[in-house]
């Protein structure tokens, strides 16, 4: 016996009229549960919405370049019988970690001490992969009286990539592209004058940016019931997490744990403590726009800063170790 379903957008939080930029499926496919139906994008933040099950698409309401909200129909599914007798069933099997290519690390014995807190699910950074991880494990278990918690130790989610990586670089790269147009225009015999560069203001405005996205996220977490607890989490044992933050300790016991800690900027060793040298977070403040400037790094990040700041009329030098810029995408 089949089962019809109507897929709509889900709770997307703080954000209406979101444009779908891919439609991964087209009536008559087939499809497994959790294969991306459409993928949204919203302040250069995509989000994808997954098929609630396996079965047979039925009919597409959407296209590309259509603009959505929570609630927007996207198709309607006709779920296989077998996915919907499996959707009553009742806890789901153990899962069974597999070590592979490594010996399995030797078990640390459980404590017993007390925990302030108990998670079903816990996810460590609250990064792209993290609040994503967070997100869809609320959505799943919604109704099933679950306590799903993140650790992240900034004051607000995104992690890198939205507080100090991908969109705080874009937007500044927005400013840069607005400058170099106004140049370019002087081919075509448009004279806009120098422009007047008020960092302060370009640096407030990129906040307000992430700020939008940022507290969005906080929004989701709050309409799904996902409880934040900030501060930097350490391992006890193999069901406890220790996070520490300056209001003292609190300890968290979880069933199952999503490692989602991310990444930082590095140093190169044997450089000296001097204010002159900042890394890739410390570029985005704009604290200074000297006459000159060296990128150490030919990447996707040391290219950005580049351009940034060789629109705001720094004289930019770049060294890469390899033969190419950017050998990452090649």
């Known amino acids: 016996?089949?089962?019809?379903?109507?897929?709509?957008?889900?709770?997307?939080?703080?954000?209406?009229?979101?444009?779908?930029?891919?439609?991964?499926?087209?009536?008559?496919?087939?499809?497994?549960?959790?294969?991306?139906?459409?993928?949204?994008?919203?302040?250069?933040?995509?989000?994808?919405?997954?098929?609630?099950?396996?079965?047979?698409?039925?009919?597409?309401?959407?296209?590309?370049?259509?603009?959505?909200?929570?609630?927007?129909?996207?198709?309607?599914?006709?779920?296989?019988?077998?996915?919907?007798?499996?959707?009553?069933?009742?806890?789901?099997?153990?899962?069974?970690?597999?070590?592979?290519?490594?010996?399995?690390?030797?078990?640390?014995?459980?404590?017993?001490?007390?925990?302030?807190?108990?998670?079903?699910?816990?996810?460590?950074?609250?990064?792209?992969?993290?609040?994503?991880?967070?997100?869809?494990s609320a959505d799943i278990l919604h109704g099933q009286d679950k306590k799903i918690v993140i650790i992240e130790r900034w004051p607000t989610l995104g992690g890198v990539c939205l507080n100090v990586g991908c969109i705080p670089s874009k937007a500044l790269l927005h400013v840069a592209k607005v400058i170099d147009d106004a140049r370019d225009m002087r081919d075509a015999g448009v004279n806009f004058g120098e422009p007047e560069i008020d960092t302060e203001k370009v640096v407030a405005w990129k906040d307000s940016v992430v700020s939008k996205l940022t507290g969005g996220l906080a929004y989701m977490a709050k309409q799904r019931g996902v409880t934040i607890v900030n501060g930097t989490g350490t391992f006890a044992d193999s069901r406890h997490i220790v996070v520490k933050n300056d209001e003292g300790e609190t300890r968290i016991r979880f069933d199952k744990c999503v490692i989602a800690a991310g990444s930082e900027p590095v140093m190169l060793p044997g450089l000296p403590d001097d204010p002159r040298i900042m890394d890739s977070t410390g570029a985005l403040l704009l604290e200074e726009l000297p006459e000159r400037m060296l990128v150490i790094g030919g990447g996707i990040i040391g290219l950005e800063m580049a351009t940034v700041y060789a629109a705001l009329g720094v004289k930019i030098s770049v060294v890469e170790l390899t033969d190419r810029l950017i050998p990452e995408a090649d």
């Open 1 to 136: 016996m089949s089962n019809m379903i109507t897929v709509t957008v889900p709770d997307i939080g703080d954000f209406d009229d979101v444009e779908i930029v891919e439609l991964h499926v087209t009536k008559g496919q087939d499809v497994a549960a959790e294969d991306p139906l459409i993928t949204l994008e919203t302040d250069k933040a995509a989000m994808d919405i997954p098929s609630p099950a396996a079965g047979k698409i039925r009919d597409v309401s959407v296209k590309v370049g259509d603009r959505v909200s929570e609630g927007s129909v996207v198709l309607t599914l006709e779920a296989s019988e077998e996915v919907a007798t499996a959707a009553d069933a009742s806890e789901p099997a153990e899962a069974k970690t597999e070590f592979v290519g490594s010996p399995e690390p030797e078990a640390v014995p459980v404590s017993d001490e007390p925990a302030d807190m108990h998670a079903d699910i816990l996810v460590l950074g609250a990064g792209v992969g993290g609040y994503a991880a967070a997100f869809r």
